[in-house]
Nanobody, 113 residues
Framework: QVQLVESGGGLVQAGGSLRLSCAAS????????MAWYRQVPGKQRELVASITGGVTSYADSVKGRFTISRDNAKNTVYLEMNSLKPEDTAVYYCYAPYGSGYWGQGTQVTVSS
């Protein structure tokens, strides 16, 4: 059984920064690959960033502002978000593409203008 717990969301002004964390646990589970998604009410969940080995990938809307990384020793994946915009407001989810896939509970990010 894999468990993913996100943290680090909150309210920030436009131009500010937040760092999201996703702590993973589970027997034999490795945080590679992993991804971050986000969702706003009424819209589909959107892939924001992913990391596989040393390769990272980003949605065009966040390129140059967001950075995904991981700490294998802590079994934790991070999403560093800079130059935040009101349109980044969403619930952010951590995702592990193993078996049927595992999702965290989500963390709310609100960016005020």
């Amino acid at each position: 059984q894999v468990q993913l717990v996100e943290s680090g969301g909150g309210l920030v002004q436009a131009g500010g920064s937040l760092r999201l964390s996703c702590a993973a646990s589970g027997s034999g589970f490795s945080i590679n690959p992993m991804a971050w998604y986000r969702q706003v009410p009424g819209k589909q969940r959107e892939l924001v960033a992913s990391i596989t080995g040393g390769v990272t990938s980003y949605a065009d809307s966040v390129k140059g502002r967001f950075t995904i990384s991981r700490d294998n020793a802590k079994n934790t994946v991070y999403l560093e978000m800079n130059s935040l915009k009101p349109e980044d407001t969403a619930v952010y989810y951590c995702y592990a593409p193993y078996g049927s896939g595992y999702w965290g509970q989500g963390t709310q990010v609100t960016v005020s203008s």
